[in-house]
C-alpha cells in the first residue's frame, strides 16, 4: 500500500521541517522527489539524505513568490503526478500593528507562492490525465488564534484554494485536499519562539505544547503520513478535503 513508485512529486519548501519530512517518506516509497527551496543549501542536504538511503531527488533553488521563476523550473521538472504546496512563512501580529510591508510578505509567499506552483503544475498535471495536490493550511484557517491576522488569512485562502482547485478540475481526475495541522515541532516553530519571545522561549515552547488537549506539538513524520496517505492511489475517493492534524486542538479544547 501507499505505493509512489514511477510518480514524480514536487514539494516546495522540501529543505525543512514538514516538508523535508514529505520529501523523505516519498522517496522511500519509490517517489521521484523535487524538492523547490528558498535555502538551496538545505535543499541539496535532504537530497542527499534521500540518494544515501537509495531514492531519487533533485533540489532546485527557488523563491515560489517569484512566478516566472517558478515557471522555468517546472518546465525543467517535466510533467509531474504530485504536487505539495507546503512552503510557507510565519508572522506574529494583529490587524493594527501588522506593517504593510510584512502583510505582503506573508501573502507573497503563502498564498501567491502556492498560486504560483499550481499555475505551473496544472497544465502538467492535466498533460498527465490526473494528479494529486496537497496544500499545507493551518488550524489557524480555522479558528481565531490570538495575534496571527496575516498569517491566519494567509492559511483561510489556501483553505478556499484548495476547494476551487478540487471543483475546477474534477473531470480531469486532479484530487485537491488540504492538511490543518496544529503546533508541528520544526525549525519554523523554534524560529517564530526565538524571534517573538526572546527570553521565554521555554516558557512558551511548554504552552504552546500543552494548547494542544494531546499535550505535545506534533512531529513533521506524522504529518508526511498523512500526506503520503492523500497522494496515495489508495485516497482515490477523496478530494476537496481539509484534514486537521492537530492533537484534538479544534474540537476537544474546551
Ligand atoms: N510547524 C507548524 O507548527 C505548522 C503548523 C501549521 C502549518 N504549518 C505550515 O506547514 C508548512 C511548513 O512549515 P514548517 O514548520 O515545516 O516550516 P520550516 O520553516 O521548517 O520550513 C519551511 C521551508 O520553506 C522554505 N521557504 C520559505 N519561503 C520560501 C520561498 N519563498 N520559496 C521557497 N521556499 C521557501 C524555507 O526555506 C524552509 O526550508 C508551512 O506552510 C507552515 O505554515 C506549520
Known sequence: MFNLAGKKAVITGGG???GKAIALTFAQQGAEVHILELN???GEQ???EIQQAGGQATAHG???SQQAQVVTIFQAIGPLDILINNAGIAHVGNAEN???????RVYSVNVKGAYNCLYAALPQLKARTGGVIVNMASIAAHVGLTDRFAYSMSKGAIFAMTLSVARDYLAHNIRCNSISPARVHTPFVDGFIAKNYQGQEQE???KLSRSQPIGRMGTPS????????????EAGFITGCDYPLDGGFIKLNN
Do not use: M
Open 204 to 206: 512558551i515552547f511548554d
Open 40 to 42: 538551496a543549501t538545505a
Open 46 to 48: 535532504v537530497v542527499a
Open 16 to 18: 525543512s521541517g514538514i
Open 98 to 104: 501588522t506593517s504593510e510591508e510584512d502583510f505582503d
Open 222 to 233: 506524522e504529518v508526511a503520513a498523512l500526506a503520503l496517505y492523500l497522494c496515495s492511489d
Open 62 to 64: 527557488a523563491d515560489i
